[in-house]
């Protein structure tokens, strides 16, 4: 475990002195579970971050870090036809296409593309099921132990479920890969390889990485089930990660954590105008 993961796991585990009570700082949270950690992993906010919950497409962080972990940018991706058939989320990868690792990971990310997070977890483990206990295996390797993944993609399954605290453990685990936090960055991508597939333009889903005073690096998620889930991370001086699980009103939920993390003795940020702001725009072509 790395240096700063193993702090995080430290603040996470230890009750921290600047700790704001939950219902004084945000009384009206429809979030489920929520989680708001300084820079040095200590709690600035927390609410039920020890549950175990469907993370819906927040799922996908592991995913692509697995992902990249375990395979070559260039390699070849043939895509099969249970992939193909992947719903509902997808960039509309058809059977025979052939694709990069590279691409898929965006598509993942990016489009909180189910397709494409089915073809990496069958190009890596040979199966979806086989690449779950990859996902869970890695989990627990950062000290996300609470946590289960039974598919790539974060669809409704008894077996497949996580914990606000395991999910900050895993995105700041995840940030530290290069390829990740680059595509974390992008805002639209275009993915085009004449020959091997139909072109796909590709946006991110993350609103906060370029509505909010920082840039926040992160993921979304959303099932009935699980209803709006989010984690992210500002990508700013003294970095705040936040983590909300079951919410109802995600954005404004997420704004909110993230101002009282600003404004909270447990971190330094200077507090932002909510100004907007850019990301990068890529356009992978072969």
Known sequence: MGRFSTGLMVGLLAASAFALPAEAAITKLSARS????????????????????????????????????????????????????????????????TYTVRELCYAALMKSANDACVALAEHIAGSESRFAELMTRKARSLGAVDSHFANSNGLPCPNHYTTAKDLALILNAALQNPMFAKIATTTDASLLWPGHHAPHRVKTHNKLLTQYAYPVLGKTGYTLAARHCYVGKTQSEHPVTVVLMGSRRLWPEAKELLDLATKSPATRIEAGGGRSHGGQSAALTY
Request: aromatic content about 2%; hydrophobic content about 45%.
């Open 34 to 97: 929520a989680l708001v950690l300084d820079e040095a992993g200590r709690v600035v906010f927390e609410r039920h971050a020890d549950a175990k919950l469907p993370p819906a497409s927040t799922t996908k962080v592991l995913t692509v870090l697995v992902a990249l972990e375990n395979a070559n940018l260039d390699d070849i991706v043939t895509i099969s036809r249970k992939a193909a058939a992947a719903e509902p989320s997808k960039i509309g990868v058809k059977p025979g296409e």
